[in-house]
């Protein structure tokens, strides 16, 4: 038995400290899970469920490179958020079991094509065309939490061309990780080589070709990118 194509090259980060990579299976997002994130959207921010929506793994560039301004589109956003990679799934996982499915951590972008999501927002259509496009998940190396524990209370942020945009703290998620790994996994069976990007602090706003974009969630890591 053979393939009829070539198969689909395996989207893999690398592990920060050794020579292995971290294959990815599915990549989650969540929806509004800081408060003043919700606010600049438009939105109350109470503690209604979490939402979710999902980008395809082949969609994940490595931080260092370039981020091409994709098409149709006059007004790309910046996301920056912590990303969580887990190591095991499951379904209906309890909070007190969620943090054993967790393999490490990470710094992604959550690239926007905003005008195109604003349409669908409101044409009530799906988000696929203003979240799920080629190159739209940069993302750092992961590294294992074996090294640097679970972080809680942390600085979340990021620079365009030296100016500091948006500037939080992990510990204002709204939906904390042990609570969108058991939320999650309700909606979904989950698996080991899954990336969550739990949502993004406030100050997102619009890229223009040749910036560079430089992320940090102090104590875990950086992720740099150029528009191009
Ligand atoms: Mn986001």
């Keep these: 038995m053979s393939y009829v194509i ?4 395996m989207p893999t980060l690398p592990v920060r400290g050794t020579r292995d990579l971290f294959p990815i299976h599915r990549i989650y997002c969540v929806g509004r899970n800081y408060a003043d994130h919700a606010r600049e959207m438009g939105h109350d921010p109470d503690r209604d469920p979490p939402f979710f929506f999902q980008k395809n793994p082949d969609t994940i560039v490595l931080s260092g490179g370039n981020f091409p301004y994709p098409d149709k589109s006059q007004d790309v956003h910046f996301e920056l958020e912590l990303v969580v990679a887990l190591t095991k799934g499951g379904k209906d996982i309890s909070i007190d079991d969620a ?15 905003r005008d195109l999501q604003g349409e669908a927002k409101k044409m009530g259509r799906p988000w696929e065309v203003g979240k799920a496009f080629e190159y739209s998940a940069p993302c750092s190396e992961i590294v294992p939490a074996r ?14 061309n030296g100016k500091l945009r948006q500037d939080g703290n992990i510990n204002q998620l709204i939906w904390n990780i042990p609570e969108t790994i058991s939320y999650l996994s309700g909606l979904f069976t989950l698996a080991p080589g899954d990336l969550i990007y739990s949502g993004t602090p406030a100050g997102v706003g619009a890229i223009n070709r040749g910036d560079e974009l430089i992320g940090q969630v102090d104590g875990v890591g950086e992720i740099s990118i150029t528009v191009s």
């Design 99 to 113: 943090m054993d499915c967790v393999f490490g951590y990470a710094v992604g972008l959550d690239m926007t094509r």
């Design 6 to 9: 070539d198969p689909p090259h």
């Design 147 to 160: 090294d640097i524990g679970h972080p809680t209370d942390a600085r979340i942020w990021l620079e365009v």
